[in-house]
């Protein structure tokens, strides 16, 4: 079947939310209307930009939109005050606001950051309209603030009352669906029934799923107060559904595997455990809305620790008469199994039973590099609504304002991006069909009107398709910009005057000052590349050199770097190989930590070969100084990289070398040997990562 030109979501949802959000707008210009305010399209613009599909979202940014506002309206008040008469200190005053209001959202997450915009973007509303009037200003201030605010009272009360659909309810939903995809992800990785690229692409969605469940959750603990004591619980939850994500590829690879290795015999213990395992994932994630119960959960993953365990035993009793390798990689494949199983049963369990069984200690907080992009952020906002508001002063435009003001739109949507020509495209392009449509029906029908029952039927008609386009999550930006800015300008207020120059001169104005952004924006990129590489440094030259000196616990280290990693996730797009490399190469070094522990158990344990037990302790103390090394130089060190993948495979040849028989020491062996074999991959598979190739060009 061939894909539509336009992929919009028809559903019942899509289409009740894109009628409510109609009817808001126009409800809420109806009472700018009734109660004569200078500027009532701030109302129906800001339906548009305040609509969110479920209760919660829409409380969130309700509140703190109208947080912003108000701070917004007193702050703009103080600086016409004060500096009216002072052109030149007004605008730097303002400035240095939006370089605040910039700052702070780069810190702050989800609607609270949003509320920090609203604070500058309103300020700029009220000290630039209200320096041309200063008598006024306190009546524009007025007038926008209680516009805004009727906004938002309009959209979150059709959005509550109108077949509300709750955030507590979408993350339940959610945590049910991610839940059993994971599991069917996990069961298709034990059963190596997908290729490679089909994996990835699996993978992909499930990162995607784990990514909008985070989004939910948020929302959902500000809808329902009794739900705030679950944030620990469900951020647990986020952990370990990415510890399924990275412990199952890397099992996918291992299992591959098992067709370069020598003996048939290993795979063939080992293949029926793991169908047996997927089996079983399979069977308790039939049925998506039942949740397991914790005493199902215990049985089952006891069971799959003994079937492990006992397969593991056979292989160990085949010691001396297999390859060294593939018994190692046998193991391997075992031990992940395990630890697969175990994240998957311990997140069920988290959300069944609302405590962790395990308790893992938070990672400690540790003094890093500065974040540098929250001021980078601040000083490009500043800078561009600088430029604007000098080419406004400079030229005497009349509508000049329109441009900062779409420039200000435009900032807004870099922020907490990192593809941010892509996240502001789509809005410039909505604004340039809106001002088209907008402009046919300014000259052509709204003269024809009469009286605001035929306006609203004229704007529901407009409005809907691009609620409905709004509602879609892949055209989103393009059915918002429509919707909010089509409507602001066909808002012309109590008294309709045909002005086609002025609305010819406004759009070009908004319009203008959108794309000079955009060129701003491109020319000075600020994104998260800085992070990623402080995130990199402090896994790659600090926790991992940490652990592997005993001065890290390994599920501390672990914790520690798949927290790193989640507080990046919301900035990752997984079709970049970039972003895919820094992705999995993190949740790998995570699970170094893991096998680095265990080889530091294994150098001191009884049943080693006293000279084996000082050869993996050198290895360690050699490895860790190797990635020190590695952390602070250039990216991409070949040096480095060899030196240290030349240490793990002196150590693999050195244990592999060795005659062994069944026995305790051959356990200690092959168990040491699966470790190494771990760290090995890191060098193949994550070598991008591991190069730091990443956040190249």
Request: glycine letters at 10%.
């Amino acid at each position: 079947m061939a894909r539509p030109l336009v992929p919009v979501d028809l559903g019942w949802r899509n289409i009740v939310f894109s009628l409510r959000t109609a009817a808001a707008a126009v409800l809420a210009l109806a009472i700018c209307y009734r109660i004569e305010l200078g500027d009532p399209q701030w109302a129906a613009l800001t339906v548009y930009l305040l609509a969110q599909p479920t209760v919660g979202a829409a409380l969130s940014k309700g509140l703190w939109r109208a947080i912003g506002t108000v701070l917004g309206g007193i702050t703009g008040l103080g600086i016409v005050a004060l500096l009216a008469e002072a052109p030149e200190l007004m605008v730097g005053a303002t400035v240095i606001v939006v370089f605040v209001s910039f700052y702070l959202a780069s810190r702050l997450r989800n609607f609270v950051s949003y509320g920090a915009l609203l604070f500058g973007y309103t300020t700029i509303l009220v000290a630039y309209e209200g320096s041309s009037s200063p008598l006024d200003a306190w009546m524009v201030a007025g007038d926008r603030t209680a516009a805004i605010l009727i906004g938002i009272g309009c959209g979150t009360l059709m959005t509550v009352l109108v077949l509300p659909r709750y955030a507590g309810d979408a993350l339940r939903a959610s945590l049910a669906g991610t839940r059993r995809d994971l599991a069917h992800y996990a069961a298709t990785a034990l059963r190596l029934s997908a290729t490679p690229a089909e994996f990835a692409r699996i993978r992909g969605r499930m990162v995607t799923r784990v990514v909008q469940f985070d989004a939910l959750r948020a929302s959902a603990l500000f809808e329902a107060p009794d739900m705030r004591a679950d944030g620990p619980r469900l951020q647990r939850i986020v952990h370990e559904f990415l510890l399924v994500l990275s412990v199952a590829r890397g099992l996918h690879v291992r299992i591959d595997a098992f067709a370069g290795d020598a003996a048939a015999g290993v795979e063939t213990r080992v293949r029926p455990v793991l169908e047996g395992l997927a089996a079983r994932i399979d069977a308790l994630a039939a049925d998506g809305a039942r949740r397991p119960d914790a005493a199902t959960l215990r049985h089952e993953a006891a069971a799959a620790a003994a079937s492990l365990k006992a397969s593991g035993r056979e292989i160990d009793a085949m010691a001396g008469r297999v390859p060294f390798d593939a018994l190692a990689n046998g193991l391997l494949i075992l031990r992940r199994a395990g630890e697969l199983v175990e994240a998957l049963a311990l997140a069920t369990m988290i959300d069944a039973s609302g405590a962790g069984g395990r308790t893992v200690r938070q990672p400690a907080s540790r003094p890093g590099a500065p974040n540098r992009e929250p001021l980078l952020l601040g000083l490009r906002g500043a800078a561009a609504i600088l430029l604007l508001t000098v080419i406004w002063m400079a030229t005497g435009w009349s509508e000049g304002f329109a441009a900062v003001a779409g420039g200000v739109i435009t900032l807004f949507l870099s922020v907490n991006q990192d593809r941010q020509i892509d996240a502001a495209l789509p809005f410039l392009t909505g604004t340039a069909i809106a001002v088209a449509a907008s402009y046919l029906v300014f000259v052509f029908v709204l003269p024809g009107l009469e009286g605001f029952g035929e306006l609203a039927v004229v704007l529901m008609l407009l409005l809907l398709p691009a609620g409905l386009l709004a509602g879609t999550p892949a055209t989103g930006a393009l059915g918002t910009a429509i919707g909010a800015m089509g409507i602001s300008q066909l808002s012309t207020g109590n008294l309709y005057v045909l002005d086609e120059a002025g609305f010819v001169s406004n759009a070009f104005a908004l319009l203008g000052g959108m794309a000079l952004t955009l060129l701003v924006l491109a020319i000075w990129p600020v994104t998260s590349a800085a992070r990623r590489g402080s995130a990199w440094r402090r896994a790659v030259g600090a926790v991992l050199p940490g652990v592997a000196r005993g001065a890290i616990p390994p599920r501390e280290g672990s914790a520690e770097i798949v927290s790193l990693l989640a507080a990046l996730l919301p900035r990752l797009t997984l079709s970049q190989q970039r972003d895919e490399d820094f992705f999995r190469g993190s949740l790998g070094v995570a699970s170094s930590c893991i096998e680095i522990g265990r080889l530091r158990v294994l150098s001191r344990d009884a049943a080693m070969p006293p000279d084996a037990a000082a050869g993996i302790a050198a290895f360690l103390e050699a490895f860790a100084a190797t990635l020190e090394r590695l952390g602070v130089a250039a990216r991409d060190d070949q040096a480095a990289l060899a030196a240290a993948e030349a240490a793990i495979e002196a150590l693999r040849a050195d244990l592999a070398g060795r005659s062994i028989a069944p026995g305790e020491a051959a356990t200690a062996l092959l168990q040491a040997g699966a470790s190494v074999r771990f760290l090995a991959d890191r060098f193949t598979i994550d070598r991008a990562y591991l190069a730091r190739r990443f956040d190249d060009g």
